[in-house]
C-alpha cells in the first residue's frame, strides 16, 4: 500500500530483455544513507510511476526490478528508455506513518493521456483522458493516482467525453515528472479504491 506522496525522481539506467518481460534499473541516490547504505532491501515494494515492483537487485544506489510482459504493455512503463526517461518513486506505506496522499493499491487501471496543458506560473493545469469505463470511479474534488501521485481531481467528463483535469501546484510540479510533461504523453492511472467498492455495491444492488 501506498500514499501517492512522491519521494523522489530517479533515471532509468538500463533495461534489460528477460523475455517475457524485462529487468528495469534505476538510480535513486535519495533512498541511500550518506554512509550509503540503501534504504531499502529486496524483497521490498516500490511504487515506480504508481505501479507496484518488488527489488531484486541492489547495487550501491541502483536499484532493479522485474516486470512483466502484462504489466509492460498495460502501463507506461514499457515506453521507458534508458538515459532519457525518469521515474517516480515511492516506498510502501509502513504501519504508523502518516498518510499524508489517500490510498494507493500500486495496481494501475488504465493508461491515461495528456491531452491539454495550460501554464499558469507556477501552477499548471492539466487534462487527462482515460478510458470511458473508469470515469463512474472519478468525482470532483476527489482523489486519483497519476504516475504514482496523488491528485485532486477538478473537473471531471462523462462517458461520451471521459476526462478529468487537475491543477498542479509548484512543489509537485518541481518533484514529479509531471513538471517535464507535455501533450500526447502516457500516464498510469490508478482510480480511488473507495470508489470502486462503491461502484461494486452499487451494481450488486441493481442486480
Not at 525522481?9 to 550518506?34: E, M, N, Y
Not at 525518469?86 to 495528456?114: F, S
Not at 497519476?146 to 473537473?155: A, E, F, H, M, R
Amino acid at each position: 500500500m501506498f500514499t501517492g506522496l512522491i519521494e523522489t525522481l530517479a533515471d532509468v539506467v538500463a533495461i534489460d530483455d528477460q523475455p517475457p518481460g524485462k529487468r528495469i534499473t534505476v538510480a535513486a541516490p535519495a533512498f541511500c544513507s550518506d554512509d550509503g547504505t540503501p534504504g531499502a532491501s529486496i524483497g521490498d515494494s516500490i511504487a515506480i510511476n504508481g505501479c507496484c515492483l518488488t527489488v531484486v537487485e541492489i547495487e550501491a544506489e541502483r536499484f532493479s526490478f522485474e516486470a512483466g510482459e502484462e504489466t509492460l504493455q498495460r502501463t507506461n512503463l514499457g515506453q521507458l528508455h534508458p538515459g532519457e526517461s525518469r521515474v517516480n518513486l515511492e516506498r510502501a506505506l509502513a504501519v504508523g506513518d502518516r498518510l499524508g496522499g489517500h490510498y494507493v493499491t500500486g495496481h494501475v487501471d488504465a493508461i491515461g493521456k495528456l491531452t491539454q496543458r495550460t501554464d499558469d506560473p507556477p501552477w499548471s493545469h492539466l487534462k487527462f483522458s482515460i478510458p470511458g469505463q473508469y470515469i463512474h470511479q472519478i468525482v470532483a474534488k476527489g482523489s486519483i493516482t497519476v504516475d504514482g501521485i496523488s491528485l485532486t481531481v477538478v473537473d471531471v467528463g462523462d462517458a461520451d467525453d471521459a476526462y478529468f483535469t487537475v491543477a498542479l501546484i509548484p512543489h509537485t510540479l518541481a518533484a514529479t515528472t509531471l513538471g517535464h510533461c507535455i501533450v500526447g504523453d502516457t500516464v498510469n492511472l490508478e482510480t480511488d479504491i473507495l470508489a470502486k467498492y462503491v461502484q461494486r455495491s452499487l451494481q450488486q444492488r441493481g442486480n
